[in-house]
């Protein structure tokens, strides 16, 4: 069932748990705009729906923009505002944020769909038993002052037997708004040794301890500015990984357990740091295999990353993987990107083009098969 399917079984789910004659009832659609404390030059415009007799139990809103103001901590999905409280503290103002006004927590939602972008917010869902509204505010779309949206939203009033349609515009209507399949060009990437305020740097390589025809190699990053998320994309066709009996070894907090194994922590591919030096470091995303190590994690103001020795890459001699390394100051706006080719004869090469991934790990596999 594709999801237009979807959403039409939903509201009708909805429309037919407590259908019953009555007066037909009245919904109403209404926008508040308001100021933005600490984000000069957007406006918060406050969704409200209403209905005079009844409730609404089930919902489908479709919002496609000029662009939308998300707030979304290394990828965490804000749509609706159960994650307001880790919003709150990494400092982050949730009010900034396009979201839906639902806690799912403590609100009993039941969710078909939801997704979000910088252009576009799409969800489906309803309220269990007897959670339907009269009068509330749904949603918050926060729009730059040069901005629009163009809104669709599907109510049902079960007690109506029916559903209701709104269609508009918010913002400013000389706007114009691309398609949601738009794809803008993206800019020439500018990579460097020093990318903004991040420098990689190869501080060390040397052979593997107990692994004969393997390299060790010891990636360090500085910064200059305040590093509040750290994204780190690992890829090769061979990555030396050490198995503890199925506990993945991304960070370096596992050391001493290697050790109790019998194994040279050198001997391992890994994050260079960890919650035994970062005990506040929310982590989000940590995986590991012979071809990928992958990790996002973020800081709170109170403990930011440092830098220093930030990677150890294990590889067989004559093998290549590359770095794609993101951070951030905690902000969406302020990222800094530098992509790394680790091994071979020059052990450290910086990109400037990251088209050129897949040329490279082709370059690793077939380094390895003739190797063989």
């Given at each position: 069932?594709?999801?237009?399917?979807?959403?039409?079984?939903?509201?009708?789910?909805?429309?037919?748990t407590?259908?019953?004659?009555?007066?037909?009832?009245?919904?109403?659609?209404?926008?508040?705009?308001?100021?933005?404390?600490?984000?000069?030059?957007?406006?918060?415009?406050?969704?409200?729906?209403?209905?005079?007799?009844?409730v609404?139990?089930?919902?489908?809103?479709?919002?496609?923009?000029?662009?939308?103001?998300q707030?979304?901590?290394?990828?965490?999905?804000?749509?609706?505002?159960?994650?307001?409280?880790?919003?709150?503290?990494?400092?982050?103002?949730?009010?900034?944020?396009?979201?839906?006004l639902?806690?799912r927590?403590?609100?009993?939602?039941?969710?078909?769909?939801?997704?979000?972008?910088?252009?576009?917010?799409?969800?489906?869902?309803?309220?269990?038993?007897?959670?339907?509204?009269?009068?509330?505010?749904?949603?918050?779309?926060?729009?730059p002052?040069?901005?629009?949206?163009?809104?669709?939203?599907?109510?049902?009033?079960?007690?109506?037997?029916?559903?209701?349609?709104?269609?508009?515009?918010?913002?400013?209507?000389?706007?114009?708004?691309?398609?949601l399949?738009?794809?803008?060009?993206?800019?020439?990437?500018?990579?460097?040794?020093?990318?903004?305020?991040i420098?990689?740097?190869?501080?060390?390589?040397?052979?593997?301890?107990?692994?004969?025809?393997?390299?060790?190699?010891?990636?360090?990053?500085?910064?200059?500015?305040?590093?509040?998320?750290?994204?780190?994309?690992?890829?090769?066709?061979?990555?030396?990984?050490?198995?503890?009996?199925?506990?993945?070894?991304?960070?370096?907090?596992?050391?001493?357990?290697?050790?109790?194994?019998?194994?040279?922590?050198?001997?391992?591919?890994?994050?260079?740091?960890?919650?035994?030096?970062?005990?506040?470091?929310?982590?989000?995303?940590?995986?590991?295999?012979?071809?990928?190590?992958?990790?996002?994690?973020?800081?709170?103001?109170?403990?930011?990353?440092?830098?220093?020795?930030?990677?150890?890459?294990?590889?067989?001699?004559?093998?290549?993987?590359?770095?794609?390394?993101?951070?951030?100051?905690?902000?969406?706006?302020?990222?800094?990107?530098?992509?790394?080719?680790?091994?071979?004869?020059?052990?450290?090469?910086?990109?400037?083009?990251?088209?050129?991934?897949?040329?490279?790990?082709?370059?690793?596999?077939?380094r390895?098969?003739?190797?063989?």
């Amino acid at each position: 069932m594709n999801r237009s399917g979807i959403a039409a079984g939903l509201i009708s789910a909805f429309l037919l748990t407590n259908t019953s004659m009555s007066t037909a009832a009245t919904m109403t659609l209404s926008f508040l705009q308001e100021e933005i404390e600490g984000l000069p030059g957007y406006t918060a415009h406050i969704m409200n729906l209403a209905i005079d007799t009844g409730v609404v139990n089930a919902m489908e809103l479709d919002v496609l923009a000029s662009s939308l103001n998300q707030v979304q901590p290394e990828g965490v999905s804000t749509i609706f505002q159960e994650n307001n409280i880790f919003l709150d503290y990494l400092g982050m103002d949730p009010r900034h944020d396009t979201q839906l006004l639902f806690n799912r927590s403590i609100e009993a939602v039941h969710l078909i769909r939801a997704a979000e972008s910088d252009r576009h917010v799409d969800a489906v869902f309803g309220l269990r038993g007897d959670a339907g509204f009269t009068n509330r505010d749904i949603a918050r779309i926060v729009l730059p002052d040069n901005g629009a949206a163009n809104y669709h939203l599907k109510a049902v009033s079960p007690q109506e037997g029916r559903i209701v349609e709104f269609s508009g515009r918010i913002g400013d209507p000389s706007v114009y708004i691309w398609p949601l399949d738009y794809q803008p060009p993206e800019p020439e990437p500018t990579i460097t040794d020093v990318t903004g305020e991040i420098t990689l740097s190869l501080k060390s390589s040397e052979p593997t301890p107990g692994l004969p025809g393997y390299t060790t190699y010891t990636l360090a990053m500085t910064s200059s500015g305040v590093i509040g998320s750290l994204k780190a994309d690992l890829q090769g066709s061979a990555i030396r990984q050490i198995d503890l009996n199925g506990t993945q070894t991304v960070f370096n907090n596992l050391n001493n357990l290697i050790l109790q194994e019998g194994e040279e922590p050198k001997a391992d591919t890994q994050l260079l740091f960890s919650q035994l030096n970062y005990p506040l470091m929310n982590l989000f995303i940590a995986s590991e295999s012979e071809q990928h190590l992958y990790s996002e994690v973020v800081f709170p103001k109170s403990q930011r990353y440092l830098g220093g020795d930030l990677l150890q890459v294990v590889l067989a001699d004559g093998d290549l993987a590359v770095l794609d390394l993101g951070v951030s100051d905690g902000s969406s706006t302020n990222f800094r990107r530098v992509i790394g080719q680790i091994g071979g004869d020059a052990e450290l090469v910086l990109i400037p083009e990251p088209t050129t991934l897949t040329t490279l790990l082709a370059l690793s596999l077939l380094r390895r098969r003739r190797a063989a």
